[in-house]
Protein backbone atom coordinates (compact mmCIF):
# COMPACT_ATOMS: atom_id res chain seq x y z
CA UNK A 1 0.00 0.00 0.00
CA UNK A 2 0.84 3.70 -0.37
CA UNK A 3 1.70 6.53 2.42
CA UNK A 4 2.26 9.89 1.96
CA UNK A 5 5.02 11.04 4.09
CA UNK A 6 5.81 14.34 5.56
CA UNK A 7 9.72 14.77 5.10
CA UNK A 8 9.67 18.12 6.56
CA UNK A 9 11.02 21.60 4.11
CA UNK A 10 7.63 21.38 2.74
CA UNK A 11 8.04 17.65 1.03
CA UNK A 12 5.99 15.07 0.73
CA UNK A 13 7.39 11.63 -0.58
CA UNK A 14 4.74 9.12 -1.51
CA UNK A 15 6.24 5.23 -0.53
CA UNK A 16 5.41 1.95 -0.47
CA UNK A 17 4.95 0.59 3.04
CA UNK A 18 3.11 -2.72 4.45
CA UNK A 19 -0.15 -1.63 6.48
CA UNK A 20 -0.32 -2.08 9.92
CA UNK A 21 -1.29 -5.29 11.68
CA UNK A 22 -4.60 -4.35 14.36
CA UNK A 23 -3.23 -5.14 17.72
CA UNK A 24 -5.47 -5.55 21.02
CA UNK A 25 -8.30 -3.26 20.99
CA UNK A 26 -7.48 -1.49 17.41
CA UNK A 27 -8.65 -0.98 13.90
CA UNK A 28 -7.18 -1.13 10.70
CA UNK A 29 -9.12 1.57 8.16
CA UNK A 30 -9.32 1.65 4.57
CA UNK A 31 -8.74 5.13 4.72
CA UNK A 32 -11.38 6.81 2.14
CA UNK A 33 -10.85 11.24 1.93
CA UNK A 34 -8.85 13.19 3.62
CA UNK A 35 -9.00 16.69 4.45
CA UNK A 36 -6.14 18.83 4.78
CA UNK A 37 -6.48 21.17 7.71
CA UNK A 38 -4.91 24.37 8.95
CA UNK A 39 -2.76 22.54 11.25
CA UNK A 40 -1.85 20.27 8.14
CA UNK A 41 -0.55 23.48 6.17
CA UNK A 42 1.44 24.90 9.26
CA UNK A 43 3.15 21.16 9.65
CA UNK A 44 4.02 21.31 5.78
CA UNK A 45 5.67 24.89 6.63
CA UNK A 46 7.73 23.08 9.13
CA UNK A 47 6.01 24.91 11.89
CA UNK A 48 6.11 22.10 14.20
CA UNK A 49 8.71 19.28 13.63
CA UNK A 50 9.54 19.11 16.71
CA UNK A 51 6.40 17.61 17.79
CA UNK A 52 5.94 15.92 14.70
CA UNK A 53 9.44 14.44 14.21
CA UNK A 54 9.27 13.90 10.20
CA UNK A 55 9.24 11.66 8.29
CA UNK A 56 5.56 10.91 9.75
CA UNK A 57 2.71 10.20 7.60
CA UNK A 58 0.20 13.19 8.82
CA UNK A 59 -3.76 14.02 8.59
CA UNK A 60 -6.35 13.25 10.64
CA UNK A 61 -9.48 14.69 8.68
CA UNK A 62 -10.76 11.74 7.34
CA UNK A 63 -13.28 9.25 6.46
CA UNK A 64 -13.11 5.23 5.54
CA UNK A 65 -14.06 1.99 6.16
CA UNK A 66 -13.72 -1.02 8.01
CA UNK A 67 -10.71 -3.21 6.63
CA UNK A 68 -9.71 -5.34 9.69
CA UNK A 69 -10.57 -5.80 13.26
CA UNK A 70 -7.97 -5.98 16.44
CA UNK A 71 -8.96 -8.55 19.44
CA UNK A 72 -11.09 -7.17 22.21
CA UNK A 73 -13.33 -5.00 19.44
CA UNK A 74 -16.99 -4.85 19.43
CA UNK A 75 -19.34 -2.54 17.71
CA UNK A 76 -17.73 -2.71 14.38
CA UNK A 77 -17.93 -4.80 11.37
CA UNK A 78 -15.56 -5.11 8.37
CA UNK A 79 -17.19 -2.60 5.40
CA UNK A 80 -18.30 -0.25 8.19
CA UNK A 81 -18.28 3.20 6.85
CA UNK A 82 -16.41 5.21 9.65
CA UNK A 83 -14.68 8.46 11.11
CA UNK A 84 -11.90 9.39 13.49
CA UNK A 85 -12.24 11.18 16.47
CA UNK A 86 -8.54 12.01 16.77
CA UNK A 87 -7.39 12.82 20.22
CA UNK A 88 -5.75 9.88 21.94
CA UNK A 89 -6.76 10.83 26.11
CA UNK A 90 -4.68 7.47 27.53
CA UNK A 91 -2.44 9.52 29.29
CA UNK A 92 -5.38 11.07 30.91
CA UNK A 93 -5.56 11.12 34.95
CA UNK A 94 -7.68 12.53 37.70
CA UNK A 95 -6.27 16.31 37.60
CA UNK A 96 -8.09 16.32 34.33
CA UNK A 97 -11.30 16.43 36.23
CA UNK A 98 -12.72 14.13 33.53
CA UNK A 99 -12.21 17.12 30.77
CA UNK A 100 -10.51 13.74 28.09
CA UNK A 101 -10.98 15.84 25.20
CA UNK A 102 -8.63 18.36 26.53
CA UNK A 103 -6.74 16.85 29.08
CA UNK A 104 -3.47 17.66 29.53
CA UNK A 105 -1.29 15.40 28.32
CA UNK A 106 -3.51 14.95 25.42
CA UNK A 107 -2.06 13.41 22.35
CA UNK A 108 -3.11 14.30 18.89
CA UNK A 109 -3.70 11.66 16.23
CA UNK A 110 -2.37 12.57 13.10
CA UNK A 111 0.11 14.59 14.68
CA UNK A 112 1.84 13.16 17.72
CA UNK A 113 1.15 9.73 16.25
CA UNK A 114 0.95 8.72 12.59
CA UNK A 115 -1.94 10.08 10.37
CA UNK A 116 -4.61 9.09 7.90
CA UNK A 117 -2.64 10.40 4.59
CA UNK A 118 -2.51 6.68 3.40
CA UNK A 119 -4.30 3.97 1.92
CA UNK A 120 -4.74 2.10 5.39
CA UNK A 121 -4.27 3.38 9.17
CA UNK A 122 -4.76 1.59 12.48
CA UNK A 123 -5.85 3.38 14.94
CA UNK A 124 -7.36 2.85 18.41
CA UNK A 125 -11.12 1.52 18.67
CA UNK A 126 -11.30 3.97 21.29
CA UNK A 127 -11.25 6.92 18.40
CA UNK A 128 -13.40 5.18 15.81
CA UNK A 129 -17.10 6.76 15.57
CA UNK A 130 -19.44 4.69 13.02
CA UNK A 131 -21.07 6.92 10.53
CA UNK A 132 -24.33 6.18 8.90
CA UNK A 133 -24.52 3.30 6.73
CA UNK A 134 -24.68 4.54 2.79
CA UNK A 135 -23.01 8.17 3.66
CA UNK A 136 -21.21 10.14 1.31
CA UNK A 137 -17.75 9.55 2.41
CA UNK A 138 -16.56 12.91 0.75
CA UNK A 139 -18.93 14.72 3.11
CA UNK A 140 -18.27 12.35 6.22
CA UNK A 141 -14.69 13.70 5.72
CA UNK A 142 -15.99 16.86 6.64
CA UNK A 143 -16.36 15.22 10.46
CA UNK A 144 -13.66 16.39 12.25
CA UNK A 145 -14.01 20.42 11.17
CA UNK A 146 -17.83 20.10 11.58
CA UNK A 147 -17.20 18.46 15.31
CA UNK A 148 -15.25 21.69 16.11
CA UNK A 149 -17.74 23.90 14.88
CA UNK A 150 -20.75 21.21 16.99
CA UNK A 151 -18.53 21.77 19.79
CA UNK A 152 -18.33 26.01 19.82
CA UNK A 153 -22.18 26.42 19.05
CA UNK A 154 -22.64 23.72 22.02
CA UNK A 155 -20.51 25.71 24.59
CA UNK A 156 -22.23 28.97 23.42
CA UNK A 157 -25.58 27.65 24.25
CA UNK A 158 -26.92 29.26 21.23
CA UNK A 159 -30.73 29.63 21.32
CA UNK A 160 -33.10 30.07 18.75
CA UNK A 161 -33.50 33.72 17.50
CA UNK A 162 -30.51 34.50 18.69
CA UNK A 163 -28.23 36.98 16.77
CA UNK A 164 -24.72 35.26 16.22
CA UNK A 165 -21.18 37.03 14.86
CA UNK A 166 -18.92 34.87 13.57
CA UNK A 167 -15.57 36.36 12.86
CA UNK A 168 -13.65 34.70 10.19
CA UNK A 169 -14.42 33.03 7.46
CA UNK A 170 -12.26 30.23 6.86
CA UNK A 171 -13.10 26.54 6.98
CA UNK A 172 -14.27 26.54 10.58
CA UNK A 173 -15.81 29.87 10.33
CA UNK A 174 -18.11 29.08 7.48
CA UNK A 175 -18.82 25.45 9.66
CA UNK A 176 -19.47 27.67 13.09
CA UNK A 177 -22.21 29.79 10.60
CA UNK A 178 -23.63 26.59 9.51
CA UNK A 179 -23.91 25.19 12.41
CA UNK A 180 -25.25 28.36 14.53
CA UNK A 181 -28.12 28.96 11.58
CA UNK A 182 -29.17 25.30 12.01
CA UNK A 183 -29.64 25.86 15.68
CA UNK A 184 -31.77 28.83 15.28
CA UNK A 185 -29.66 31.52 15.02
CA UNK A 186 -29.67 34.65 12.54
CA UNK A 187 -25.87 34.95 11.45
CA UNK A 188 -23.72 37.77 10.71
CA UNK A 189 -20.53 36.66 9.09
CA UNK A 190 -17.36 39.23 9.29
CA UNK A 191 -14.68 38.57 6.99
CA UNK A 192 -12.10 40.89 5.06
CA UNK A 193 -11.51 38.41 2.34
CA UNK A 194 -13.67 39.48 -0.51
CA UNK A 195 -13.88 36.29 -1.95
CA UNK A 196 -14.92 34.60 0.97
CA UNK A 197 -17.54 37.11 1.35
CA UNK A 198 -19.09 36.07 -1.86
CA UNK A 199 -18.61 32.41 -0.88
CA UNK A 200 -20.82 33.40 2.11
CA UNK A 201 -23.31 35.52 0.65
CA UNK A 202 -23.80 32.28 -1.76
CA UNK A 203 -24.64 30.05 1.14
CA UNK A 204 -27.16 32.13 2.20
CA UNK A 205 -25.67 34.56 5.00
CA UNK A 206 -25.29 38.16 5.95
CA UNK A 207 -21.51 38.96 5.09
CA UNK A 208 -20.00 42.16 5.37
CA UNK A 209 -16.08 43.50 5.97
CA UNK A 210 -15.29 44.91 9.44
CA UNK A 211 -13.44 47.21 6.65
CA UNK A 212 -16.37 48.57 5.10
CA UNK A 213 -18.93 48.38 7.63
CA UNK A 214 -19.35 49.00 11.12
CA UNK A 215 -20.44 46.11 12.47
CA UNK A 216 -21.57 46.64 15.98
CA UNK A 217 -23.73 49.31 14.37
CA UNK A 218 -24.85 46.34 12.07
CA UNK A 219 -25.56 44.60 14.94
CA UNK A 220 -27.69 46.53 16.84
CA UNK A 221 -29.53 47.88 13.62
CA UNK A 222 -30.30 44.21 13.61
CA UNK A 223 -31.57 43.37 16.84
CA UNK A 224 -33.64 46.51 17.80
CA UNK A 225 -30.23 48.47 19.23
CA UNK A 226 -29.40 45.66 21.48
CA UNK A 227 -26.63 43.84 19.72
CA UNK A 228 -25.80 40.08 18.96
CA UNK A 229 -26.03 37.97 21.64
CA UNK A 230 -22.99 35.98 20.67
CA UNK A 231 -19.85 36.33 19.07
CA UNK A 232 -17.22 33.37 17.73
CA UNK A 233 -13.85 34.62 17.49
CA UNK A 234 -12.49 32.29 14.77
CA UNK A 235 -10.03 34.64 12.81
CA UNK A 236 -7.62 34.91 15.52
CA UNK A 237 -7.06 38.39 14.17
CA UNK A 238 -5.53 41.13 17.24
CA UNK A 239 -8.46 43.67 15.71
CA UNK A 240 -11.07 41.38 16.05
CA UNK A 241 -10.36 40.68 19.45
CA UNK A 242 -10.09 44.57 20.28
CA UNK A 243 -13.50 44.86 19.24
CA UNK A 244 -15.71 42.13 19.36
CA UNK A 245 -17.03 43.41 22.41
CA UNK A 246 -18.27 46.85 21.04
CA UNK A 247 -20.73 44.08 19.20
CA UNK A 248 -22.48 42.53 21.68
CA UNK A 249 -25.53 43.11 23.75
CA UNK A 250 -26.03 43.24 27.39
CA UNK A 251 -25.32 39.74 28.39
CA UNK A 252 -23.76 38.94 25.36
CA UNK A 253 -21.40 36.20 25.35
CA UNK A 254 -17.97 35.63 23.09
CA UNK A 255 -16.53 32.27 21.58
CA UNK A 256 -13.14 32.13 21.53
CA UNK A 257 -12.38 29.15 18.69
CA UNK A 258 -8.83 31.20 16.98
CA UNK A 259 -5.85 30.47 18.35
CA UNK A 260 -3.86 33.63 19.36
CA UNK A 261 -0.51 32.18 20.22
CA UNK A 262 0.64 35.88 22.02
CA UNK A 263 -1.68 37.67 24.63
CA UNK A 264 -3.86 40.55 23.10
CA UNK A 265 -5.47 43.50 24.26
CA UNK A 266 -9.47 43.30 25.16
CA UNK A 267 -11.38 45.87 26.33
CA UNK A 268 -12.26 44.18 29.99
CA UNK A 269 -14.54 47.89 31.02
CA UNK A 270 -16.68 46.49 28.65
CA UNK A 271 -16.89 42.82 30.53
CA UNK A 272 -17.67 44.44 33.46
CA UNK A 273 -20.30 46.96 31.97
CA UNK A 274 -22.17 44.92 29.83
CA UNK A 275 -21.48 41.48 32.14
CA UNK A 276 -20.26 39.64 29.23
CA UNK A 277 -19.19 36.43 29.46
CA UNK A 278 -16.13 34.77 27.28
CA UNK A 279 -15.42 30.91 26.87
CA UNK A 280 -12.86 29.18 25.02
CA UNK A 281 -13.80 25.94 22.43
CA UNK A 282 -11.36 23.53 21.35
CA UNK A 283 -11.60 20.57 19.81
CA UNK A 284 -14.50 18.33 20.42
CA UNK A 285 -16.80 15.97 22.47
CA UNK A 286 -17.94 12.47 21.44
CA UNK A 287 -21.21 14.08 21.76
CA UNK A 288 -20.06 16.57 18.78
CA UNK A 289 -19.10 13.85 16.61
CA UNK A 290 -22.47 12.40 16.57
CA UNK A 291 -23.97 15.53 16.18
CA UNK A 292 -21.61 16.03 13.71
CA UNK A 293 -22.59 12.80 11.98
CA UNK A 294 -26.42 13.21 12.11
CA UNK A 295 -26.09 16.37 10.28
CA UNK A 296 -24.11 14.86 7.62
CA UNK A 297 -26.65 11.91 7.29
CA UNK A 298 -29.37 14.19 7.24
CA UNK A 299 -27.99 17.17 4.77
CA UNK A 300 -28.48 19.41 7.11
CA UNK A 301 -25.94 21.66 5.91
CA UNK A 302 -24.94 23.03 2.37
CA UNK A 303 -21.73 21.23 3.23
CA UNK A 304 -20.75 19.96 -0.70
CA UNK A 305 -20.03 23.56 -1.58
CA UNK A 306 -17.41 23.12 1.48
CA UNK A 307 -15.23 21.07 -0.74
CA UNK A 308 -13.23 22.92 -3.46
CA UNK A 309 -11.22 20.30 -4.73
CA UNK A 310 -10.40 16.68 -4.51
CA UNK A 311 -6.91 15.20 -5.06
CA UNK A 312 -5.41 11.80 -5.22
CA UNK A 313 -2.88 10.79 -2.85
CA UNK A 314 -0.40 10.83 -5.44
CA UNK A 315 -0.65 14.37 -5.59
CA UNK A 316 -1.04 15.61 -2.16
CA UNK A 317 2.31 17.70 -2.64
CA UNK A 318 0.65 19.53 -5.79
CA UNK A 319 -2.53 19.90 -3.15
CA UNK A 320 -0.59 21.41 -0.28
CA UNK A 321 1.39 24.03 -3.46
CA UNK A 322 -2.39 24.92 -4.32
CA UNK A 323 -3.50 25.46 -1.41
CA UNK A 324 -0.72 27.88 -0.52
CA UNK A 325 -1.51 29.95 -3.54
CA UNK A 326 -5.25 30.01 -3.47
CA UNK A 327 -6.56 31.97 0.01
CA UNK A 328 -9.72 31.20 -1.13
CA UNK A 329 -9.73 27.07 -1.24
CA UNK A 330 -12.09 26.01 1.39
CA UNK A 331 -11.68 22.23 1.93
CA UNK A 332 -9.24 20.26 -0.60
CA UNK A 333 -9.51 16.47 -0.04
CA UNK A 334 -7.09 13.68 -0.63
CA UNK A 335 -8.73 10.80 -2.49
CA UNK A 336 -6.86 7.82 -0.44
CA UNK A 337 -7.73 5.10 -2.46
CA UNK A 338 -7.06 6.49 -5.98
ZN1 LIG B 1 -8.46 19.66 11.55
Redesign the pocket.
Known amino acids: MKAALYEGNQTFRIQSVDPVTPGPDEIRLNVAYV?I????THIYHGAMDARVKPPQVIG??MSGTVAELGSNVEGFAIGDPVVVR?LDNRAETAADRGHSHICRDLKFIGIDSPGAFQNSWTVPAFAVHKAPQGVDLQLAALT??LA?ACHDVRLGEVQSGELAVVIGGGPIGMLVAMVARAAGARVILSEVNQNRLSFARELGFEAVSPIETDLAELCRERSDGAGADIVFEVSGAKAAAASMTDVLAIRGRIVVVAIYPQPVELNLFQFFWKELKLCGARVYEPEDYEQALQLIAEKALPLDKMITRVEPLDQIQAAFENLDSSPNAMKILIDCQS
Open positions: GCGTDHEPEPV
